[in-house]
C-alpha cells in the first residue's frame, strides 16, 4: 500500500486528464523519476496500468512522447482511450491511408501531438528516420522492452536498435515496461539503457484472484474435458489458447455444435473477420475466443472469467502474459491448463526449425565478409539464398553487430518514386530561388514512367554533387506537404566493416553456437513449463519463483486446495521406420533445391515451412507435415541414417 501521497499537482493533472483518483501500485514512482529526467525500468504484471506510467508524463513534458509498441491493437485500443480523454495523439502505421499520414505529419511539425505510436520495424524506415531527427523528443517509451534481450523469450532483433537511436537521438528519459523479466532479462535491458537500479520498479506479478490450476490429459480426451469444464462452470467471457490456426478453427467449430458462443481468431484470417471477433468478445458477457497467440495483446477487458491453455504455452513468459489478461476486474477468474504430452512435440519442432545449418551460417558470413569495408545486403535476398526466415538473419546479422564485427550504417532504399500532385511551378512557388533551383534540378534527374516518376537517389545526389540525404528530405518534405505522392522501394540495410581482421572460421563456429544456445534455451523453456504442470506444491509459488519473487503458499491454487499433481500420460506418436522411407525417398528423386540437405527435408516432413520451400510452392505436397507429430531431432536422424546407408 502506498504511504506517500504524490504532489497535489501531479494528483489533480491525473484526475483532470484521466479521471483517476489515485495511482495504481508503482506508477507514482514510475512517473516522479522521469519527470525528474531520469529513465526508468517498469516490472508492472499484465493489467497493472503500464501505459499511464508514459501517458500522465506525455502531458507534463515539452515535446512529443515517442511509443514503440510491437502490435497495432494495443495501439488502436489506447489511442480510443486517449482520444476519448482529450489527449492529442496518434499512430503511424502501414494500415494508414495518404490523407490520415499526410495529417499526423502536419500535426507533428506544428508541434500539435504529444504522443506517437510506432512500431520497432518502423525505424528500419529511412523516410521515418529523416522526419524522426526533426522532433522534439521528450520521453521515448519502450512497450514489450523483454524483447530487446536475447536471452529473453521474444527477442526480436529490430529493438537492440532502440537503445542505439536513443543515443542519437540525445532523448532526455526513456521507459522500458514489461509484463515478462527475468532477474537476467531485467539486467539486460537496465545495461542497455543505463537505467539505475533504484530506478528499476517491479510491482511483482502475484494476483490473488487468480486460480491457477493444472488438468494433465491425453490429448484426445482433452476436447471433451474443456467441454465439461465449460459446462461445469457458470458462463463468463473466456479464451481459449491453442498453438496451430486449424486447431483454433476446429475447437470453435466444436464449442458451437455443444450450444457455445465460440469464435476462432488467428493470425490467418482477414483483419477485418479478426476485428469482428475482438468486437464481440469486447461486448459480449459470456463469448468463449478460441486462439493462437495472435490474440490478447492490447485486449482491455476486465471481465475475462476464464483462461484455458488447450495446449501448452511455449514458455512461461508466455503463459504469465496469457493468464494476466484474465480477471483485471479484481473479480475471482480461473487459469486452466490441459496439459498434454504430445503439445511438447509440436512447440519443439518449431524452435528446431529456425535453427540455422552450419552451411547456411557459413555461406552467408562467407558474403558477407567478403563485401568490403562499406557493404549493403538484402536481407529478403539473403534469406532466399540461403534458405533460412527473414527474421533470423536479422539475428545474424545482430549477432554479428555485438561482437564488433560489423556495425549498421542505417537501411535506405535503391528508389524513390513519385507521382506529383500539383504542376511544377506551383510546387516551387514558396521557396526562395536557390532551392527551387535545387529542386528543378532533382526533378530531372527522375525517370517519366506512364504515372510515376522514379529516381535513385544515390545516383541523383552524385549528379548533383550533393548528399544522398539532402535529396531524400527535400522529397520526403514535398509528400508531407501533399506536393506529391512518394513511395520507396528496393529495401537495403547499409553496413560498415568493423573486424577487419576477424577469423572467418572461429567466427562461424562462434555463431553456430549461438544458435545453438538459443534453440536449447528455447527447449529449456518449454521443459520449465512441463515442470510448473508436474509441481506438487503451490502453483503460484512455483511461477512466481521463476520471475524471481519469493512468496509463501497461495492458498487459492488448485494444489493448495488439494489436486494431487499426476504425471502427464506420455506422447503419442511412432518413431518412422524403414518400411516408411519409400515416400520420402521418392521426394527426395523428385530433386527439389529446396530439399537438398537433411535439415530442409527434416523442417519439410515436419510442416514447417522454410522461404524455399515456400518459393517451390511445395507447401500443398502430400508429405508437407506428413510427421508433424514426431520429435524433430527423431526425423533428421532417420533422415540422416538413412541417407548414410544409401550413399
Not at 103 to 122: M, Q, T
Not at 203 to 213: H, I, Q, S, V
Amino acid at each position: 500500500m502506498n504511504t506517500h501521497r504524490p504532489p497535489t499537482d501531479l494528483r489533480t493533472a491525473l484526475q483532470t486528464h484521466f479521471g483517476f483518483a489515485d495511482f495504481l501500485d508503482g506508477q507514482e514512482a514510475v512517473v516522479t523519476r522521469l519527470l525528474a529526467g531520469r529513465s526508468v525500468l517498469a516490472i508492472f504484471p499484465t493489467g497493472g496500468g503500464k501505459s499511464l506510467c508514459y501517458q500522465l508524463p506525455a502531458l507534463l513534458l515539452d515535446g512529443l512522447t515517442l511509443v514503440i509498441s510491437p502490435l497495432i491493437a494495443l495501439m488502436k485500443d489506447q489511442l480510443d482511450f486517449l482520444v476519448s480523454h482529450g489527449v492529442p495523439a496518434a499512430r503511424i502505421d502501414s494500415s494508414l491511408d495518404r490523407d490520415t499520414t499526410l495529417k499526423i505529419y502536419d500535426d507533428l511539425a506544428a508541434g500539435r501531438l504529444k504522443l506517437l505510436y510506432v512500431s520497432p520495424e518502423r525505424l528500419n524506415n529511412e523516410r521515418f528516420l529523416n522526419s524522426l531527427r526533426r522532433w522534439q523528443i521528450s520521453l521515448l517509451a519502450v512497450d514489450e522492452a523483454h524483447c530487446i534481450s536475447e536471452w529473453g523469450h521474444n527477442f526480436r532483433p529490430d529493438y537492440l536498435k532502440i537503445a542505439q537511436l536513443a543515443r542519437e537521438l540525445k532523448v532526455g528519459r526513456v521507459l522500458t515496461l514489461t509484463a515478462t523479466a527475468t532477474p537476467e532479462v531485467a539486467r539486460d535491458v537496465a545495461t542497455a539503457f543505463a537505467i539505475e537500479p533504484d530506478d528499476m520498479i517491479h510491482t511483482g506479478f502475484y494476483r490473488p484472484n487468480l486460480k491457477l490450476a493444472v488438468s494433465p490429459c491425453e490429448a484426445a480426451a482433452r476436447r471433451d474435458l474443456l467441454a465439461a469444464r465449460l459446462a461445469a462452470r457458470p458462463a463468463g467471457p473466456a479464451i481459449v489458447y491453442v498453438t496451430l490456426q486449424r486447431t483454433a478453427e476446429e475447437l470453435a467449430e466444436y464449442l458451437n455444435r455443444r450450444g457455445h458462443d465460440a469464435r476462432a481468431y488467428h493470425a490467418g484470417m482477414e483483419t477485418e473477420e479478426r476485428d469482428a471477433v475482438q468486437d464481440a468478445f469486447m461486448a459480449s458477457d459470456r463469448m468463449i475466443v478460441v486462439a493462437t497467440i495472435a490474440f490478447g495483446m492490447g485486449v482491455d477487458k476486465a471481465d475475462i472469467r476464464y483462461i484455458y491453455h488447450y495446449n501448452l504455452p511455449k514458455s512461461l513468459e508466455s503463459y504469465c502474459q496469457e493468464i494476466g489478461r484474465s480477471g483485471r476486474d479484481g473479480k475471482e477468474a480461473i487459469c486452466e491448463m490441459l496439459a498434454s504430452m504430445d503439445d511438447v512435440v509440436v512447440l519443439e519442432n518449431f524452435s528446431y526449425g529456425d535453427t540455422p545449418s552450419p552451411e547456411a551460417i557459413r555461406g552467408m558470413l562467407h558474403e558477407l565478409l567478403g563485401r568490403g569495408e562499406q557493404f549493403d545486403i538484402s536481407q529478403y535476398d539473403l534469406s532466399g539464398r540461403y534458405d533460412v526466415r527473414p527474421l533470423v538473419v536479422k539475428t545474424l546479422l545482430t549477432y554479428l553487430e555485438l561482437a564488433g564485427v560489423i556495425r549498421s550504417t542505417g537501411p535506405f532504399y535503391t528508389e524513390l518514386r513519385f507521382q506529383p500532385q500539383r504542376s511544377s511551378a506551383e510546387m516551387l512557388a514558396p521557396f526562395d530561388p536557390a532551392r527551387a533551383d535545387f529542386l528543378r534540378s532533382l526533378f530531372r534527374q527522375a525517370r517519366k514512367g506512364r504515372t510515376w516518376f522514379t529516381i535513385n537517389p544515390d545516383e541523383a545526389a552524385k549528379a548533383l554533387g550533393e548528399s544522398r540525404q539532402r535529396v531524400v528530405v527535400a522529397l520526403e518534405y514535398l509528400s508531407e506537404r501533399g506536393d506529391l505522392v512518394l513511395e520507396a522501394t528496393g529495401l537495403r540495410e547499409g553496413y560498415r566493416r568493423e573486424a577487419t581482421s576477424a577469423d572467418e572460421e572461429a567466427l562461424a563456429r562462434s555463431l553456430c553456437e549461438r544458435f545453438q544456445r538459443r534453440e536449447d534455451q528455447d527447449i529449456q523453456r518449454i521443459r520449465r513449463v512441463l515442470q510448473y504442470a508436474s509441481e506438487p506444491g503451490c502453483l503460484t509459488q512455483h511461477l512466481l519463483a521463476y520471475f524471481g519473487e519469493e512468496r509463501d503458499p497461495c492458498g487459492h491454487c488448485a494444489r493448495c486446495l488439494g489436486a494431487v499433481a499426476r504425471p502427464l500420460p506420455p506422447p503419442q506418436y511412432r518413431v518412422p521406420g524403414e518400411a516408411d522411407f519409400g515416400p520420402v525417398a521418392a521426394l527426395m528423386a523428385e530433386g527439389h533445391k529446396a530439399l537438398g540437405d537433411p535439415r530442409q527435408l527434416a523442417r519439410f516432413l515436419s510442416g514447417i515451412s522454410s522461404p524455399a520451400t515456400s518459393r517451390a510452392k511445395l507447401r500443398s505436397h502430400r508429405l508437407f507435415g506428413a510427421y508433424e507429430n514426431v520429435p524433430f531431432a527423431e526425423i533428421l536422424g532417420w533422415i540422416s541414417r538413412k541417407g548414410t546407408r544409401e550413399a
